[in-house]
């Protein structure tokens, strides 16, 4: 059975920083596409950033260009989001996401099968 889970999401401060993990299970995604996606209460499903199979490729949403970093480890099975100078409207339930194309690089939330449960990131100001 496949597993994602993340992790490290809470309360933080604005102009803060937190670090989510995303470990897989059940099966190995260092052939496959990587990603994190968010959901504000009220709002639809917002892509965050996409991490290719090999880490070569990434690719953010504009709001968070230059404050996230999306990285992975193959060896371990696991993918990361360090979120540096939150801001309030970056408080969201995080969700981790694979996709089950090998070697193909993916943007849009259906290209994605595979999903996690999610992880609350609160911004306070």
């Known amino acids: 059975q496949v597993q994602l889970v993340e992790s490290g999401g809470r309360l933080v401060q604005a102009g803060g920083s937190l670090r989510l993990s995303c470990a897989a299970s059940?099966?190995?995604?260092?052939?496959?596409?990587m990603g994190w996606f968010r959901q504000a209460p009220g709002n639809g499903r917002e892509f965050v950033a996409v991490?290719?199979?090999?880490?070569?490729?990434?690719y953010y949403v504009d709001s968070v260009k230059g404050r996230f970093t999306i990285s992975r480890d193959n060896a371990k099975n696991t993918m990361s989001l360090q979120m540096n100078s939150l801001k309030p409207e970056d408080t969201a339930v995080y969700y981790c996401?694979?996709?089950?194309?090998?070697?193909?690089?993916?943007?849009?939330?259906?290209?994605?099968?595979?999903w996690g449960q999610g992880t609350q990131v609160t911004v306070s100001s």
């Open positions: 059940g099966r190995t995604f260092s052939n496959y596409a």
């Open positions: 996401a694979a996709t089950d194309t090998p070697f193909r690089f993916a943007l849009r939330r259906g290209d994605f099968r595979y």
């Open positions: 991490i290719s199979w090999n880490a070569e490729m990434t």
